[in-house]
């Protein structure tokens, strides 16, 4: 048998694309270039939040200064807490189903996000899917984030799975970096970037969406 580690952002909710538009919002109203924001945004995915401060200020210091970049974060966060608050952050399609399947079959299933821990626990549990997890590694647990494959050791470690015996299921570049570089078995759902020649090498497979992923899961387990 088999385990599994999700990662949360873009695999169990829709958060990247959520993000990804308070962002060109706000952006727009500093007068920033929807492609800049973009590639920006895109660059932060998977990284913790260090990281993500890091390319933050490397894009928008120069054309905005300290002040104005300061308070665009600000107003994009205020304006995404506002609008995703609580239980109104979307769940992807396919996500009920394939825990409640993996918890049919008795697979264990951790969660490995490079958010921090406490913002993946209480996300996932105003959105009442709790059960389906024997527990969360946050971004705060690690010193480097995705692509280093450290957060998926440490997950295996903390969970008691096999590396090679466990699926990781990501959606972003550096996930599967990560999770192929940790010795697992990487299955790429694609959210906002389109697989590339890299990822498909890395990747045990690619899935559509979480119902072609408990497809495959389900022939692996037969």
Not at 39 to 46: A, H, Q
Not at 76 to 96: C, Q
Not at 171 to 185: E, L, P, Q, T, V
Request: glycine content about 8%; overall charge negative.
């Amino acid at each position: 048998m088999f385990n599994i580690v999700f990662d949360m952002d873009g695999v169990i909710f829709d958060s990247e694309n959520t993000f990804l538009s308070c962002w060109l919002e706000v952006g727009a109203r500093y007068g920033m270039e929807p492609e800049l924001v973009r590639s920006t945004y895109v660059k932060c995915i998977g990284t913790n939040s260090n990281q993500t401060a890091e390319i933050y200020r490397n894009a928008f210091l120069e054309p905005l200064g300290e002040e104005n970049m300061h308070r665009m974060w600000d107003d994009s966060v205020a304006l995404h807490r506002e609008r995703y608050a609580g239980d109104n952050m979307p769940i992807k399609a396919g996500v009920r189903e394939i825990l409640t399947f993996l918890k049919t079959r008795g697979v264990p299933v951790g969660i490995a996000s490079s958010t921090q821990k406490s913002k993946v626990e209480d996300r996932i549990r105003t959105a009442g899917l709790s059960e389906f997890f024997v527990g969360a590694i946050g971004g705060d647990a690690v010193k480097i984030s995705k692509p280093n494959p450290e957060i998926y050791l440490l997950a295996c470690e903390t969970f008691g799975f096999e590396a090679k015996n466990t699926f990781a299921i990501e959606d972003s570049f550096n996930g599967i970096r990560a999770a192929s570089a940790a010795g697992m078995r990487p299955i790429m759902v694609p959210d906002i970037v389109s697989p590339d020649a890299e990822m498909e090498r890395l990747s045990e497979t690619i899935c559509a969406d979480l119902f072609e992923v408990m497809e495959y899961l389900q022939r692996q387990a037969d």
